[in-house]
């Protein structure tokens, strides 16, 4: 399918994209690695980004695209995979992002963000997630 978008329309897509995700991106990448690992993680991420703009502006979500690839960038230089309920868990708690603001960086529904917390919250209080036999 050819597309009908001008470089110019694409190119002020991608800077209002940058400019929304970046500082979560790059803080996100801080909390788990040194900061010249997170710094580096963060261009590498944006750099995919760019050179495949065409693609992730016509993904279903931009910001899924952009967040799958950015957490495995970012686990492999941990050497340790995350669940997305502790990354969810990072971004609300460690990040005080609020579950909207979560939900628009992730490319995720904010209903998927509140139960991916409450997941993590019943997985840190050793709460069963299976639900309690009744008396």
Do not use: C
């Amino acid at each position: 399918m050819k597309s009908t978008q001008t470089p110019a329309l694409l190119t002020t897509a991608f800077y209002a994209f940058y400019d929304l995700h970046r500082p979560v991106y790059h803080a996100y990448a801080s909390a788990r690695l040194s900061p010249e690992e997170a710094a580096v993680a963060v261009a590498q991420l944006f750099n995919l980004v760019a050179g495949n703009w065409t693609t992730v502006v016509n993904a279903s979500s931009p910001s899924a695209w952009a967040w799958t690839r950015h957490v495995r960038a970012v686990t492999r230089r941990m050497g340790r995979p995350t669940t997305p309920a502790e990354d969810a868990d990072l971004l609300h708690r460690t990040l005080h992002l609020s579950i909207d603001k979560i939900a628009t960086v992730t490319g995720s529904e904010p209903a998927t963000v509140t139960a991916l917390l409450a997941t993590r919250h019943r997985q840190r209080t050793g709460e069963r997630t299976q639900p309690r036999a009744r008396p």
